[in-house]
């Protein structure tokens, strides 16, 4: 089991950047696909982000990729979201979540962190 930790988040406005944190305790923080997904007042959790467990390989959604970049460090069990030209529609609950599977869908990450809260307005 992994415990996780999101930080980072805030009110930026348009065309703003962030960068978010996950730190990770538990074992072998390696062998986990982390994932990001985000949760939209009203709406349903969606798909963000997933980066393979040596870093090697990483996806997008389609409403993020060329904004966004997911990276880890796993000497520090860390896991990043660089959010760059922030939009109000990112305006979001954002979580970590970990697997053991290379996957984009929230049913295959076990652990989630608590979220942290990103508010894009100008």
């Known amino acids: 089991q992994v415990q996780l930790v999101e930080s980072g988040g805030g009110l930026v406005q348009p065309g703003d950047s962030l960068r978010l944190s996950c730190a990770a305790s538990g074992r072998a923080f390696s062998t986990y696909a982390m994932g990001w997904f985000r949760q939209a007042p009203g709406k349903e959790q969606e798909f963000v982000a997933v980066i393979t467990g040596s870093g090697g390989n990483t996806m997008y959604a389609d409403s993020v990729k060329g904004r966004f970049t997911i990276s880890r460090d796993n000497a520090k069990n860390t896991v990043f979201l660089q959010m760059n030209s922030l939009k109000p529609e990112d305006t979001a609950d954002y979580y970590c979540?970990?697997?053991?599977?290379?996957?984009?869908?929230?049913?295959?990450?076990?652990?989630w962190g608590q979220g942290t809260q990103v508010t894009v307005s100008s």
């Open positions: 979540a970990s697997s053991v599977v290379w996957s984009t869908k929230r049913y295959n990450f076990r652990d």
